[in-house]
């Protein structure tokens, strides 16, 4: 079956600019969660998405925000970009209580200049 | 809160040859998950090991294996007969059980020496 599907998968933005991703879950998976990925830092955790409502949430700033359809798809804004936002942001999907394995996206590169 | 430590950013491994990748954790919880991913250069995640702390037998896939140690709050991965397939990043992770977050380690890049 198909994977988790993440779109764009490369982007640049300017300071200030807005930008807005976009991740399909495998069929069948309900949860969504999104993390950040920088060198150094690991992935941090931005939040999770089960049947269209934000389950958890992680210490990110308001700008980052998020939202899923009732097909489960989901997308994830940020506002008024920073430098410092450029990173690898990952989708990760599973069931809707895990206990195992999440699924993850290929990606979308954010380069903000 | 919970925390994932790896103190190895960088290791490499001859072909053929076995390593260790160590992993620490800190929690308060009793009810949780451990986990090994792996991410290749540009290719997605993919998880390599899974341990459910109530269980005290390290778990096993093929060539990976793991040593849980729960008091120690250890869970280190130990890949043998390493092929060149293996040079990725390896993430470690804590998940709280129930639950979907899951925390992770800044990961150690791992190179396959031919």
């Known amino acids: 079956k198909a994977g988790v599907t993440q779109t764009p998968r490369y982007l640049i933005k300017t300071r200030g600019q807005q930008v807005t991703l976009s991740c399909s879950p495998i069929s069948g998976h309900r949860s969504v969660s999104w993390y950040q990925q920088t060198p150094g830092q690991g992935l941090q955790f931005l939040f999770e998405?089960?049947?269209?409502?934000?389950?958890n949430k992680g210490n990110f700033p308001g700008r980052f925000s998020g939202r899923q359809f009732s097909n489960s798809r989901s997308e994830m804004n940020v506002s008024t970009l920073e430098l410092g936002d450029s990173a690898l942001y990952l989708c990760?999907?599973?069931?809707?209580?895990?206990?195992?394995?999440?699924?993850f996206g290929e990606g979308s590169r954010l380069t903000v200049l | 809160a919970q925390t994932v430590t790896q103190s190895q950013p960088e290791m490499s491994v001859q072909e053929a040859e076995t390593v260790t990748l160590s992993c620490t954790y800190d929690?308060?919880?009793?009810?949780?998950?451990l986990f090994w991913y792996k991410q290749p250069p540009s290719r997605q995640m993919i998880l390599v090991i899974r341990q459910e702390a109530y269980k005290q037998q390290n778990a096993t896939e093929n060539r990976f294996s793991v040593n849980f140690q729960k008091a120690a709050k250890s869970f280190s991965l130990k890949i043998s007969d390493s092929q060149l397939g293996d040079t990725a990043m390896y993430f470690c992770?804590?998940?709280?059980?129930?639950?979907?977050?899951?925390?992770f380690g800044t990961g150690t890049s791992l190179t396959v020496i031919p």
């Open positions: 998405y089960f049947s269209e409502t934000q389950r």
């Open positions: 992770a804590f998940m709280k059980h129930p639950g979907n977050q899951f925390y």
């Open positions: 929690t308060s919880e009793n009810n949780y998950y």
């Open positions: 990760a999907t599973g069931l809707a209580v895990n206990t195992g394995e999440l699924f």
